[in-house]
Each structure stands twice: as structure tokens, then as C-alpha cells.
């Protein structure tokens, strides 16, 4: 089946550092790529997405590049503000075959940016 | 604000009885997934429907069900509760039949004691 495998957490930076949350796949055919953030008592909220190989999701200073070859998608972000503290998922989803329809989740990685 | 709604916030209730989760997704989305969150397995995807029709499952107990009338708001039963039910359940939707961006709502929060 198909299964998506986040950094562990938590990770706690300080304001203005280097984010990187990394997350890999296993899938058969060809998956669309989701980052998801959830603040404290909320839902989950699409952060970014990529539907093919090579493409890079973007928002809010986060990036991610779908990378095929190394079966990743590996979020960014230049610098980190107290504002980005929360739970982040990474995720994919198949159109085709025996899992189209199901959306895979990450464990989720909680992100802590201190002032 | 995703536009998703769900009823209710909280509901907390006893081992063994039934309870009736309730989602209105976004304004002309079709499909609705159904999820749950809990602390020791993360976020489980349950279910989906799409246009009143079920389309895709996952790690759906037996005890519950799911169906989506033709309004397109879904409903989640949860029935013979134990307290292992105990968990956030969200209700996402999206546009169409493929599974795309999903918006969620802000959950349901259920508590069996």
C-alpha cells in the first residue's frame, strides 16, 4: 500500500532560522503531494501541493519540490517566524488504481519557532 | 474559515452507545472525507464519498458508517462505542471525483468515557 514516512518531531527553532521537514513516499503509480498545516485547535489547512514530477509547491514562504528519483517531498521554508508554530503533514493522494480515492497522511511533524 | 462545517464541536458519551457525526462541505464540492485523529495513530482516513456514492475506504471499523444524502452533506455513525473511539474526527471535502486539495472542517471532538 502506499505510505508517507515525516521527519520525527519536534523540531523547535529559533525566529528567522532554516526550516527543513522532511518527508518520503512509497506509492504505485503516480501520487499528487500535499503539505497540510494544523494550528493548535484547528483543522488541517493545504499548504502546499505538487501533481507531478519536478513541480514546486509554494505558499507563505514554504516550498516543496516533488522529487520522483528520490521519492520525496521535503518542505522549506528560508526563515521561520513564531507564527509558523504547528503541526505539519505531509500526504499523497492517487487518482488511479486500487488506493484511487485514499489519501495518505504523515505523522505529522510539530514545529515549535521560538522568539 | 474552509467553508466546511461540522456538528458538533464536543460530544462526550458512554462505552457502547451510538452517536451521529454531521459534515456540510464546502458550497459545490462533491466529495467528502471522513478522518480520524487520535494521538497514538495519528490521522486516519476513513472514508470517502463522492456524489452521494461511496468511493474510496480505509481504516473503517465495522461498528461505523458513513453516507452522503443528496444534499451532499455527510453523515459518520459511530455505534457500540469503546473508549479507543475516543479521538478528533474531521469531515474534508473537495471539488471533484479525484482526490485534489482537501478543505477541513474544524472537527468533531468525541470523548467516551
Not at chain 2, 475516543?86 to 478543505?103: I, M
Request: hydrophobic share 30%; proline share 4%; aromatic share 10%.
Amino acid at each position: 500500500g502506499n505510505s508517507v514516512t515525516q521527519m520525527e518531531g519536534p523540531v523547535t527553532l529559533s525566529e528567522e532560522a532554516f526550516l527543513t521537514i522532511n518527508c518520503t513516499y512509497t506509492a504505485t503509480g503516480y501520487p499528487s503531494l500535499f503539505w497540510y498545516v494544523q494550528y493548535p485547535g484547528e483543522g488541517l489547512q493545504l499548504l502546499l501541493k505538487a501533481t507531478k514530477a519536478d513541480d514546486k509547491g509554494s505558499n507563505k514562504g514554504f516550498e516543496a519540490t516533488y522529487r520522483k528519483e528520490t521519492t520525496s517531498f521535503h518542505l522549506e521554508k528560508g526563515s521561520v517566524q513564531v507564527s509558523d508554530s504547528a503541526v505539519y503533514f505531509c500526504a499523497l493522494s492517487v487518482a488511479r488504481g486500487t488506493n484511487a480515492g485514499k489519501s495518505t497522511f504523515g505523522d505529522g511533524t510539530t514545529l515549535t519557532v521560538k522568539p | 474559515d474552509s467553508g466546511v462545517t461540522q456538528t458538533p464541536k464536543h460530544l462526550i458519551t458512554a462505552t457502547g452507545q451510538r452517536v451521529t457525526l454531521r459534515c456540510s462541505p464546502r458550497s459545490g464540492d462533491l466529495s467528502v472525507y471522513w478522518y480520524q485523529q487520535s494521538l497514538d495513530q495519528g490521522l486516519q482516513f476513513l472514508i470517502q464519498y463522492y456524489n452521494g456514492e461511496e468511493r474510496a475506504k480505509g481504516n473503517i471499523l465495522e461498528r461505523f458508517s458513513a453516507q452522503q444524502f443528496p444534499d451532499l452533506h455527510s453523515e459518520l455513525n459511530l455505534s457500540s462505542l469503546e473508549l479507543g473511539d475516543s479521538a478528533l474526527y474531521f469531515c474534508a471535502s473537495s471539488s471533484g471525483r479525484e482526490v485534489n486539495e482537501q478543505y477541513f472542517g474544524p472537527g468533531t471532538r468525541l470523548t467516551v468515557t
